[in-house]
């Protein structure tokens, strides 16, 4: 066996992604370059860089507001302090539905232009160093968070700027899918009750069939998979937004968005999106601006409880559940035992979802834009879960006795429950990354709503996580299909230990993309 398992771990440390040695090329399903339009850069000239995103078939990244769910891609640069960076001009996103959730991205890759300004006093000997930090999210139905760093050194001469022209083609190209800036199309809002209502008067008539979407730049206004009703009257739309019920609408001055038609808009406009930056006009009763229905919170908690229930059947925590009813079957003769371990389990889920909980309000409050498995984006993270995950594996195959927090090493027998509880934070430190749809809803709605809320949400993703431990715990006529305890036990314990092996091959597959 000892052999086996030497021999897997030469297999498993050979698929270690190659990062270590080199910059790979594909990272989290994306190939990500820096370009810039020219080669070569003159004292007060004009730079565009660019950040192009290209992601493998059915994977997407996303837009500056995800939508339901997502993060947008961040770009740190790195650059002399006097040459200004623009903000990043945000092509016209994709609608991507996924379950009942709506998201803004693009799946055919993306390019995120800058516009780079060489100061006037620029030396003509010093080449300009441009780095650039990235992050972002690719998702198919799962999500890989990714990280690179790439770096671009662009001459500097006081003759000429040298194109190039294969990037700067491109660059070009990449503007059509720009929205503009129009006085051609009147755009008038309102906050109604319950909706957002945008009145839309291009200066060229379009036909009445064009259909029309706006992209909000917040997340917290709209409802995003409604459906946007038109209305058309005189040469003009109306277009009814639906508004969720977390909506912020009564405490924003000015609606920020993209107006797109599928007609275009007429004239000589070449672009079927349209910047929207307009006033609010308020006219929604005070009911509108009230307390949630309790309907809603109540939906959200079920959700959250279904979310955690889906979470036990992911692939990084089925191995430690499948275990922890392996204890069970040890203790069925002693209904107060299992209950016990049940609630302490129950008790480490919730404790480590509390935590999160806090953490996450926290570091929210703090205005940053983070999701749920945050801490996976960490590749040390990653390292660290691998590694346990590798030792408890081992423990189970027999190759040592003792590892930190053992599943079913023997010398946990003297203080089992705190083994119970342990492994309950276990479970819930591998499950943050598995996306499940109820769970994204909920959270979305908990990181939006009160603390107290929040908290809330969370207890019951904990809950619905916990439950089908406890249930087993409280109820073992359901474990009576089992055979009692004999040498299938050992033979299932290297099952396990191999099930484990796979979870960190899962990790490593992570940490590789």
Request: net charge neutral; charged share 15%; proline share 7%.
């Amino acid at each position: 066996m000892k052999k086996i398992v030497y021999l897997f771990s030469i297999m498993l440390f050979a698929l270690l992604p190659p990062s270590y040695a080199a910059e790979p090329e594909v990272i989290a399903h994306t190939t990500v370059e820096l370009m810039s339009d020219t080669n070569t850069a003159m004292p007060g000239s004009v730079l565009r860089l660019a950040v192009s995103f290209s992601t493998d078939k059915d994977w997407h990244v996303y837009w500056k507001n995800p939508g339901d769910s997502g993060l947008a891609p961040t770009i740190k640069w790195e650059i002399a302090p006097q040459v200004a960076v623009s903000a990043i001009h945000w092509p016209i996103p994709q609608r991507i539905s996924v379950g009942p959730l709506m998201s803004y991205g693009y799946e055919n890759g993306v390019f995120l232009i800058v516009s780079a300004h060489v100061p006037q006093d620029w030396p003509v000997d010093k080449p300009i160093e441009v780095t650039a930090k990235i992050d972002w999210l690719a998702c198919k139905i799962e999500c890989i968070p990714g990280s690179v760093t790439r770096h671009l050194t662009i001459a500097v001469n006081q003759s000429a700027v040298e194109k190039n022209i294969q990037s700067a083609q491109r660059l070009d190209q990449e503007q059509l899918l720009w929205p503009r800036v129009s006085n051609e199309v009147l755009v008038q809002a309102r906050n109604l009750e319950k909706t957002i209502d945008l009145n839309i008067r291009p200066q060229h008539p379009l036909p009445e069939e064009t259909e029309l979407y706006f992209f909000p730049d917040r997340e917290d206004l709209i409802d995003h998979p409604a459906q946007q009703t038109v209305t058309y009257q005189d040469n003009a739309f109306r277009l009814a937004v639906q508004k969720s019920s977390i909506s912020v609408a009564s405490k924003v001055e000015r609606l920020q968005g993209i107006m797109v038609s599928s007609r275009g808009w007429g004239g000589d406009f070449n672009s079927q999106g349209i910047v929207v930056d307009v006033p609010l006009e308020q006219g929604a009763g005070p009911e509108a601006t009230g307390p949630l229905p309790s309907m809603t919170l109540w939906a959200a908690c079920v959700f959250a409880f279904l979310g955690g229930m889906i979470l036990n059947l992911m692939p990084c925590v089925l191995p430690v559940l499948s275990l922890k009813v392996l204890s069970l079957v040890k203790n069925a003769h002693n209904r107060r035992i299992m209950i016990t371990h049940g609630l302490l389990f129950s008790f480490g889920v919730l404790t480590s979802f509390w935590i999160l909980a806090a953490i996450l309000i926290l570091l929210k409050s703090a205005g940053h834009q983070i999701g749920w498995g945050f801490q996976f984006q960490s590749p040390y993270f990653v390292v660290f879960m691998a590694a346990l995950l590798y030792l408890l594996a081992l423990n189970l195959l027999g190759v040592f006795e003792f590892v930190p927090i053992a599943l079913s090493g023997e010398q946990f027998k003297k203080h089992p429950y705190g083994n119970s509880f342990f492994n309950g934070v276990l479970a819930t430190t591998l499950a943050t990354p598995c996306t499940a749809p109820f769970m994204g809803a909920a959270l979305g709605y908990a990181l939006t709503q009160t603390n107290l809320v929040a908290f809330l949400i969370f207890t019951c993703l904990g809950i619905g996580m916990s439950f089908p431990y406890v249930f087993l715990s409280a109820f073992p006529q359901f474990l009576q299909w089992v055979p009692k305890p004999g040498s299938w036990m050992n033979n299932l314990k290297v099952f396990l230990g191999f099930v484990l092996m796979g979870s960190v091959v899962w990790l490593v597959w992570v940490l590789g993309m």
